[in-house]
């Protein structure tokens, strides 16, 4: 079955574009000009990723990434922010509302279907059956939950993919490099900023538990998990 994508995009020349580009590649492809028109397509069948102007009549892409993590049934759906925004802290600042990753135009439509790709591969469920259990912190890979204990831990799909990671790779220091590799995948188009900044989504979700001290920052070397 093939993927389906929400583009979100005001311009109607760059709209056809990305559509056209999308649909080339075997996308199924729906599309929305404004604000309103991007929360209407919000219904079954969900959409597998969203494609997200930064600018958009009616309300900003990040206020549409603030509406979409607030309900249950969209809170999962990854996020690629389109942007004429090339600053560094509009980035990170997308980043942080739940953003998985943003394309600055002008792009190349290969570089655009590459960064999709790559987001969904990344927050494609996990293959590992067991359930991970450290210190009363638990990941279930199949019903893709962490736990403390009787509370279940609200985390994004790509906290989750990295806590899988570190969870499954205690004790050990692993640079930004590494944990790109490893957790977003080779060759993808992700600065090493990106994961300062799902690490500090990481510890947030972990906190109410205590569980956040156990990811730990290595100075001048990277992070690791560890229960010492």
């Not at 005001?10 to 000009?33: S, T």
């Not at 219904?43 to 958009?56: F, G, K, T």
């Amino acid at each position: 079955m093939s993927k389906r994508i929400l583009v979100v995009e005001d311009e109607l020349a760059i709209r056809e574009m990305l559509c056209f580009a999308l649909e080339q590649k075997g996308f199924d492809v729906v599309e929305a000009g404004d604000y309103p028109e991007a929360v209407e397509r919000l219904v079954e069948p969900y959409p597998d990723l969203i494609l997200l102007d930064w600018m958009l009549p009616g309300g900003s892409g990040i206020k549409y990434i603030k509406h979409l993590k607030s309900q249950p049934h969209s809170s999962a759906i990854p996020v690629v922010m389109l942007t004429a925004r090339g600053e560094e802290e509009d980035k990170v600042k997308g980043l942080e509302v739940g953003a998985d990753d943003y394309i600055t135009k002008p792009f190349s439509p290969k570089e655009l279907i590459a960064r999709l790709n790559a987001v969904m591969r990344r927050v494609a469920p996990m293959t590992q059956d067991s359930v991970i259990d450290i210190s009363g912190l638990q990941l279930d890979p199949v019903a893709h939950r962490v736990s403390a204990g009787d509370e279940v831990i609200d985390i994004g799909p790509t906290e989750f993919k990295l806590l899988h990671f570190f969870m499954t790779h205690t004790e050990r220091v692993y640079s930004r490099e590494q944990l790109l590799d490893n957790v977003w995948g080779m060759n993808v188009y992700v600065e090493d900023r990106t994961v300062d900044v799902h690490i500090r989504r990481l510890r947030k979700a972990l906190t109410p538990s205590e569980h956040d001290k156990y990811v730990q920052t290595v100075r001048g070397a990277g992070y690791r998990f560890s229960v010492r």
